[in-house]
C-alpha cells in the first residue's frame, strides 16, 4: 500500500472539512457560509442588535435593538426610533393609543361631571341634583359614556329651556346628528324612556322621552320639577 504523505492544499475545502477561506476573526462576530467557504460576520459595537437573515445572501445585524429580557405577557414595541420595548401588560386592559400615538394598556375608567344646563326658552331654573356621576371609557374613536343623577338639590327644575348633559368628550363631526335610547327620566309618578339627541360636533346632548310608541319629545327644565327626580343613561358615541 503506498502512503501518500503530501500536505494538503490550504486552506481545507468545505468537503475536507475546511473554512476553503483565510478568515479574520472578529470580536462578536458570527461565522456563516456563503455558497463554497465560510466567512465571518463582524461583530457590533451596539448591544441588543438581532442577528437577520441577507435570504440567501450575507446576514445583518438589525439596527433596531431589542431588550435581553421580557416579562411575562408583555407587548414589545417601538419606544423610540430603532428602538425597541416591552410596555408591561394589565389585566382585562384594552390597548389603546395616546394623541400622539404612544401605545398603553388602558384598564382605567375615567369619571366626570354631567353638568346639567337649559338652552332656550324661558323662566329657566337648572335643577341640581344631590348625585350627579359620570363615567366613560375610550375606545378607539368611540366613548362608552354612562352617567346618574338623581335626589332633590334644593333647586327643582322649572322653564321651557331645553335640558341638555354635557358630554366627557365633545362629539365627532361626522357622522350627523343622531338620537340613541340610553336609559331612563323620572319626575315624580312620571317614567319615561330617555334618548341621547347627540349633536355633531357638541359638547353636550339633549334629553328626551319617549311619549308612545311613536313619539319622541325634548325634555324641558320643568319635567325635572319633583323633589323625587332622577337621570339615568348609558349609551356609546362617536368622539
Known amino acids: 500500500m503506498a502512503i501518500v504523505n503530501t500536505a494538503p492544499a490550504l486552506p481545507l475545502s468545505l468537503t475536507n472539512g475546511g473554512t476553503n477561506k483565510a478568515l479574520t ?9 456563503d455558497a463554497d467557504s465560510m466567512e465571518v460576520l463582524a461583530g457590533t459595537a451596539t448591544a441588543g442588535q438581532m442577528l437577520q437573515s441577507g435570504a440567501t445572501a ?9 431588550p435581553a429580557t421580557n416579562a411575562v405577557s408583555t407587548l414589545l414595541y417601538a419606544s ?3 428602538v425597541m420595548g416591552a410596555l408591561a401588560t394589565a389585566n382585562n386592559g384594552v390597548l389603546r393609543t395616546s394623541a400622539t400615538g404612544v401605545p398603553s394598556i388602558d384598564t382605567a375608567v375615567t369619571t366626570f361631571t354631567p353638568t346639567v344646563t337649559l338652552v332656550g326658552g324661558a323662566g329657566n331654573m337648572v335643577p341640581v341634583y344631590t348625585t350627579n356621576e359620570g363615567r366613560y371609557f375610550r375606545l378607539g374613536p368611540f366613548v362608552y359614556v354612562r352617567g346618574f343623577l338623581s335626589g332633590d338639590g334644593a333647586a327643582e327644575g322649572a322653564g321651557t329651556g331645553t335640558l341638555t348633559i354635557a358630554l366627557p368628550v365633545a362629539a365627532s363631526a361626522t357622522p350627523s346628528n343622531r338620537t340613541i335610547p340610553c336609559g331612563r327620566i323620572v319626575n315624580g309618578a312620571t317614567n319615561n324612556v330617555m334618548f341621547a339627541a347627540v349633536q355633531a360636533g357638541t359638547s353636550t346632548f339633549i334629553v328626551q322621552r319617549l311619549d308612545t310608541i311613536s313619539t319622541v319629545t325634548t325634555c324641558t327644565g320643568v319635567e325635572q320639577n319633583n323633589t323625587t327626580r332622577s337621570i339615568s343613561f348609558e349609551f356609546f358615541y362617536e368622539a
Open 58 to 66: 450575507t446576514p445583518a445585524w438589525s439596527t433596531s435593538t431589542y
Open 25 to 33: 476573526a472578529s470580536n462578536g462576530g458570527v461565522v456563516w457560509t
Open 80 to 82: 423610540a426610533a430603532n
